[in-house]
């Protein structure tokens, strides 16, 4: 996925002079074709994302469109402000890339883990935040980005992520896209976002072969939340779930309750699965940290029976 966006970028540079790069303390060798070929408009900064998200801003107001690419949390974390008063206030075309969004830097302890990236970006006026399930769903969300009249936050995942989105769902930017249907209604209808897509449909599997059907609608788009399409599978739900990589607190899960809340008297039960209110204990590996969490396929499929059980 990383690779996706980040090619997606230099293609887009190719064919738009308004595009430009920038970096922020990035590894030697990120997007080397591009600087290459397009050294003017390819820009590595230092360990400064406050600046950085400035410089972005200034170049925005003089008709570029940055993309501004470096670890998830410290493009949420440590650039907050700048966002928030030089990018959002003045509604510009700025598209930031959080590199390692949700638990992907589990090696790096809780200093890495971009367990509130969602929550922190979708607070703010103007921004649309978006989490990809896949390398080809991020090359069709980045030919979109280019032309969207807002701010962006794109979460990235680790890479070499299974690919389950197809081409023939289409795409749209606010626009959640249904991954599996139940054969019927009064099922459990999934809502997931980014890559635990993957998991929560490995999940559906395995409650099927148990005779319990669900519905997975896939948000890509976490702001604008599609709340057409959120409702219209809430009618047919007799139980909601969400699936998140992300603090139960502020992230995907909050902002479906809100979107329910906000628009029906009353609505299915709903239970919310993702990261818990603690910054983590454990180092390991991306799975080590989900499992801990309860997000891997089998511990969703159970914690949904155990939930479909008290009702």
Known sequence: MRKACLDAVHMLARHDPRVVFIGSDLGPGVLEGMKKELPERYFMEGISEANVIGMAAGLAMDGYIPYVNTIATFITRRGFEQVALDVCLHHLPVRLIGNGGGVVYAPLGPTHLAVDDFALMRVLPNMTVMAASD???MRR?????????????????????KIISKE??????????????????????FATTGVMTTNTLAAAEALAAKGIDSTVLHFHTIKPLDVAALLAYTAKAKAIVTVEEHSLIGGFGSAIIEVLTDNLVAFPPVKRLGLSDAFSKYYGTQNDLLEANGLMPQQIAETTEQFLNRL
């Open 135 to 137: 390398a080809d769903e």
């Open 141 to 161: 969300l980045m030919e979109q980005s280019l032309d969207w009249p807002d701010p962006i936050y794109i979460r990235l995942a680790k890479g070499g992520d």
């Open 168 to 189: 023939a769902n289409g795409f749209a930017i606010g626009k959640a896209i249904p991954m599996r249907m139940a054969a019927a209604a009064n099922s459990v209808l």
